[in-house]
């Protein structure tokens, strides 16, 4: 008996880490590369490659490779130093979730170990290698310059996603409730009608993500397609955002909306009006005389 009790704890836990680790989507992204002798081409070992602003980095191994895990999505600046070379920064490094950004740096010898850094603009490659599924990424820059008021409104804006009258995403033409949510990791479909369970303003997202096809086996309970939101992390810095509507539901167009009101109120102008006895008249005229 107490062999089996042993057993079906060990199952038990061996299931629950597996279930763990699937339950987990993908929220941060991978930078690696390789620093070269800009002269040579010999790889440099012992390099410090630091996501600047930030507590990241790594050093290359003796091949001159380096990897930086977990790195939240967003817009870095790559810098790397060593002694005896000329530190190199490389600015605009987009980092998407679920995917590796590849930076390669060569490296100037030099005599004097103050000189000034070397800065390079980083390009984003045309293919992604390890993009194996149709994937649409929208980061928080892009969003604050979309004329978009909800995040539904930006998911709508992707390729192969139409939002119904009632709010509902379909994506390739299937049902909205075959679309599961994740934010931060965690599944945040509702489980009555399959939307987003929770509603998240546009200024909190660092990364949205749409994947409609081909989705990775950690997502799961989805048939159509995976919505993935990643939300911004605090800072040192406070920020905000005040957002105003102006408008009305009027219009100075008398030929288009207007009222008919007899010329003379008699009884056969108000019964039986006849067309000359009539004139347009803007109904707000009474209210404002900007409108006459």
Do not use: C
């Amino acid at each position: 008996m107490r062999l089996k009790r042993h057993v079906a704890l060990v199952v038990l836990a061996a299931a629950a880490l597996v279930f763990a680790g699937v339950a987990m989507a993908g929220t941060t992204g991978k930078i690696v590369g390789r620093v070269t002798d800009a002269k040579t081409g010999d790889p440099l070992p012992g390099v410090n490659v630091i996501v600047q602003g930030t507590t990241l980095g790594a050093a290359t191994d003796v091949d001159g490779y380096y990897v930086i895990l977990r790195v939240p999505p967003g817009t870095y600046t790559l810098v790397a130093k060593m002694i005896g070379y000329q530190p190199q920064r490389v600015e605009n490094v987009r980092v998407n979730v679920d995917m590796t950004t590849t930076i390669n740096f060569k490296l100037q010898q030099t005599v004097v170990e103050v000189g000034k850094a070397v800065t390079v603009v980083a390009q984003r490659p045309i293919v992604q290698m390890d993009m194996t599924s149709s994937l649409a990424s929208v980061q928080a820059d892009e969003i604050s310059n979309l004329p978009v008021q909800e995040m539904s409104d930006v998911l709508e804006l992707q390729a192969g996603l139409v939002k119904d009258a009632f709010g509902g995403i379909h994506v390739r033409g299937g049902r909205s409730g075959e679309v599961a949510y994740w934010v931060d990791g965690i599944q945040t479909t509702d489980v009555y009608n399959g939307q987003l369970g929770v509603e998240v303003e546009n200024s909190a997202i660092q990364e949205l993500q749409v994947i409609s096809g081909t989705f990775n086996a950690e997502y799961g309970q989805a048939m159509s397609g995976i919505v993935n939101i990643v939300t911004k992390e605090g800072s040192e810095h406070f920020n905000g955002e005040i957002q105003t509507y102006l408008g009305d539901y009027v219009t100075f167009d008398d030929h288009t909306y207007f009222v008919l009101k007899p010329k003379k109120m008699t009884r056969d102008a108000i019964y039986s009006p006849d067309p000359d006895s009539l004139e347009r008249i803007n109904p707000l005229s009474g209210w404002n005389p900007i409108y006459n």
